[in-house]
């Protein structure tokens, strides 16, 4: 199986911070990566699919990039509805497997 | 708008079966593949099962291989998640999900506990 390693487990930023999230594959995943925004007590939305494609009504402040076995979230200026987990999925190969999530606070 | 509605979560004691249900609508059900995800409160994303648009390839978790089976009903618009010999450690909500190129849409999950 393909292990997806998030770092950081949590983090803590001010309004307007630039924040960086990042998920490291135990092997390559092609253009099989997905981002996915998490609120307590509600289902995920995807943010991002194939590494960088913004899905459609999301805020251009979120960004993807990446490649290979290393991929990242950017959020530009961080705002107060941006506090969240953020999950990462690979889906190049069964089973797809999500990274463990990174908890985002607002300081 | 896509809307993706589970039911049929509960309490059910180790051994035993229950069998999920997604009504979708606001979209062509039969032009996507299908996915359960599930997910222990307070912890990360697991992905459970894919069934594609015609039901006809279907991939599963190894942990639920042999227990679990999805199918769907296209005339219907429904995706189904039987789940056999269910152990403590399947407690979760569990989510359906719709897409080609991963999970877009989400449902708002149904809680599955398994105890005595």
């Known amino acids: 199986d393909i292990q997806m390693t998030q770092s950081p487990s949590s983090l803590s930023a001010f309004v307007g911070d630039r924040v960086t999230i990042t998920c490291r594959a135990s092997?390559?995943?092609?253009?099989?990566l997905n981002w996915y925004q998490q609120k307590p007590g509600k289902a995920p939305k995807r943010l991002i699919f194939?590494?960088?494609t913004l899905q459609s009504g999301v805020p251009s402040r979120f960004s993807g990039s990446g490649s290979g076995t290393e991929f990242t979230l950017t959020i530009s200026s961080l705002q107060p509805e941006d506090s969240a987990t953020y999950h990462c999925?690979?889906?190049?190969?069964?089973?797809?497997?999500f990274g463990q999530g990174t908890k985002v606070e607002i300081k | 708008e896509v809307q993706l509605v589970e039911s049929g979560g509960g309490l059910v004691q180790p051994g035993g079966s229950l069998r999920l249900s997604c009504a979708a609508s606001?979209?062509?059900?039969?032009?996507?593949?299908m996915h359960w995800v599930r997910q222990v409160p307070g912890k990360g994303l697991v992905w459970v099962s894919r069934?594609?648009?015609?039901?006809?390839?279907?991939v599963y978790a190894d942990f639920v291989k042999g227990r679990f089976t999805v199918s769907r009903d296209n005339a219907r618009n429904t995706l189904f998640l039987q789940m056999n010999s269910l152990r403590a450690e399947d407690t979760a909500v569990y989510y359906c999900?719709?897409?080609?190129?991963?999970?877009?849409?989400w449902g708002q999950g149904t809680l599955v506990t398994v105890s005595s």
């Open positions: 999900t719709r897409g080609n190129r991963g999970p877009d849409y």
């Open positions: 606001g979209f062509t059900f039969g032009n996507y593949w």
């Open positions: 069934i594609n648009n015609g039901g006809s390839d279907i």
């Open positions: 092997q390559g995943v092609g253009n099989g």
């Open positions: 194939d590494i960088s």
């Open positions: 999925l690979q889906l190049n190969a069964y089973p797809w497997t």
